[in-house]
């Protein structure tokens, strides 16, 4: 499953690169936070429903498959997978802004207000799930399951690319990709531009559809979206939307946090979270090979860590208890699996277990409210 974990790692390398790089060059102009939260905000949760993705598209691929690529040459039907592919995107896009139901699932991308690569990974947990009908076109036709996964590592990759806020203008390419420049717009909280530039990787659908603007507002902008600012916990994040629209009244706490914690601490904790969800993804890829009772109690812990950090970040005491069971109950998962006792895994256990242990006696963790 080693070519599953390399899109993730090469993920962290550079977003983590830009953040560190803009610290550099634009002193104290990174909100680690906000950076901590959107690697945070949806990559444990959504891993398991891509894997449905997945799932859904090899189960159409195989028994619905239409056969109209039969006999096209492979550089043909690989081009109809790059094209159709984008073309779904672009209208699971635009109606994600088009009907209230699926803005629940996508206004957690638009709650950022920083434009960098961490954005581009800001996602809600749903966001897969409602991936699904837009890119069924491809399984009907044809398209095999492996070149699906390929071709949407490379638009995501694109995508990734598009929320960097380094890059210039680029030339002739601004005809026909989706470039930075052109997803900035599509960032900004005013809705004459958030509603424009659908487009994933070409920027020709929007032009074909009518939903293009060339450029940024000339006068001050922010991006983000109107309304309250997003919770830092990725559980009322992603589901606190459908409760709105669904009209229930579950609300998370607006008090004032306890502390506050650094960005150092958080940095730390999630990358130990990351590393164990290469562990998770490299033991277990999709998932959907019959879950066992050890996959479920890993993902259990990874999906607690990341609530817990979420806590933490908000300045909440539950979340440095939950954090602590998390980094303890690692190790003896560690211990009922019996092919895990290489040193790499007990490397992360022990750093875990530290970082834990730390955060509980009060490492990192300022006597200052978060959020007043």
């Known amino acids: 499953m080693i070519d599953l974990v390399i899109p993730i790692v090469f993920m962290l390398l550079v977003v983590l690169g830009e953040a560190l790089w803009l610290q550099w060059r634009r002193k104290g102009s990174v909100d680690w936070h906000d950076v901590i939260f959107n690697l945070n905000s949806g990559h444990i949760m959504l891993w ?11 189960y159409v691929a195989t028994h619905f498959n239409q056969g109209w690529l039969d006999g096209w040459p492979p550089v043909l039907m690989w081009l109809f997978a790059i094209l159709a592919w984008d073309f779904g995107f672009y209208w699971l896009h635009r109606l994600h802004h088009r009907f209230r139901l699926l803005w629940a699932v996508h206004v957690v991308h638009h709650q950022g207000e920083h434009f960098n690569l961490s954005l581009g990974v800001r996602n809600s947990w749903y966001s897969s799930l409602t991936s699904i009908p837009f890119f069924m076109l491809l399984a009907l036709a044809g398209v095999p399951l492996s070149v699906f996964i390929t071709v949407s590592i490379l638009h995501y990759s694109i995508q990734l690319f598009n929320h960097n806020s380094v890059t210039p ?4 390419l601004e005809h026909i990709l989706v470039t930075p420049a052109h997803h900035r717009v599509h960032h900004v909280k005013d809705l004459a531009y958030s509603n424009r530039n659908f487009g994933g990787s070409f920027i020709f659908w929007d032009k074909l ?18 309304g309250d600012k997003s919770s830092a916990n990725p559980f009322w994040a992603s ?29 730390s904790g999630a990358m130990l979270l990351f590393a164990l969800v290469l562990g998770y993804v490299y033991r277990f890829g999709y998932g959907y090979g019959g ?21 933490m970040a908000e300045g909440r005491r539950w979340g440095v208890g939950v954090w602590l069971l998390v980094t303890l109950a690692f190790p003896l998962w560690l211990l009922s699996v019996p092919d895990g006792q290489s040193a790499l895994w007990w490397g992360v256990a022990g750093g875990m277990v530290l970082h834990g242990c730390a955060v509980a006696v009060g490492w990192g963790r300022q006597k200052e409210a978060a959020y007043g």
């Open 48 to 58: 398991l429903f891509r894997g449905l993705e997945i799932a859904c598209y090899g």
């Open 239 to 267: 589901n606190l939307p459908f409760m709105r629209y669904f009209k229930l009244p579950f609300q998370p706490s607006r008090k004032g946090g306890h502390f506050r914690c650094s960005a150092g601490c958080l940095v």
């Open 169 to 172: 203008k680029l030339g002739f």
């Open 291 to 311: 879950v066992t009772a050890e996959q479920a109690a890993l993902f259990v812990l990874l999906a607690a860590g990341a609530i817990a950090l979420g806590g």
């Open 209 to 226: 559809f009518g939903t293009f603007c060339p450029a940024l507002p000339t006068e001050p902008f922010t991006y983000g979206v109107r």
